[in-house]
């Protein structure tokens, strides 16, 4: 499962791409869940050329009988002094999975959170204009 969600504000392009991926394996004497989660966020300013990239990405093994408790959080700012904008990015995922005495509850609760604020001030014709995208993503 993968989306694209981009916006373009006064030639500036702010693009999101992630993937989600999830196995399951089935053994003889348990069931070996596997999941591998990338996060790619990239910044283009299309005014100077520069580009401004950032790659997220977390791998981890859930084995059956045991409780993992996940909880990740990268905070991650660039600031350029080009019209001073301001770029930052968050994202939180959350994942457990819960062990049972008569059998094993597998429930996976992920939250995406993405946060893109950019301001811009324009010190030629004293305007401000000012951008904030939220994205929130549950499965």
Do not use: D, F, I, P
């Not at 859930?62 to 968050?90: A, E, I, K, N, P």
């Not at 946060?115 to 014709?125: A, E, G, K, N």
Request: glycine share 6%.
């Amino acid at each position: 499962m993968s989306r694209l969600h981009y916006t373009t504000v006064y030639g500036t392009l702010y693009s999101l791409r992630y993937t989600l991926q999830s196995t399951a394996h089935s053994t003889v004497y348990g069931t070996l869940y596997s999941l591998r989660y990338t996060l790619q966020s990239t910044v283009h300013s299309t005014v100077y050329g520069t580009v401004y990239g950032t790659l997220c990405s977390l791998r981890y093994t859930l084995v059956s009988g045991t409780l993992y408790s996940l909880r990740y959080t990268l905070q991650s700012t660039v600031h350029t002094t080009v019209y001073g904008t301001l770029y930052s990015l968050r994202y939180t995922l959350q994942s457990t999975v819960h062990s049972t005495v008569y059998g094993t509850l597998y429930s996976l609760w992920y939250t995406l959170r993405y946060t893109l604020q950019s301001t811009v001030h324009s010190t030629v014709y004293g305007t401000l204009y000012s951008l904030r995208y939220t994205l929130h993503y549950t499965l």
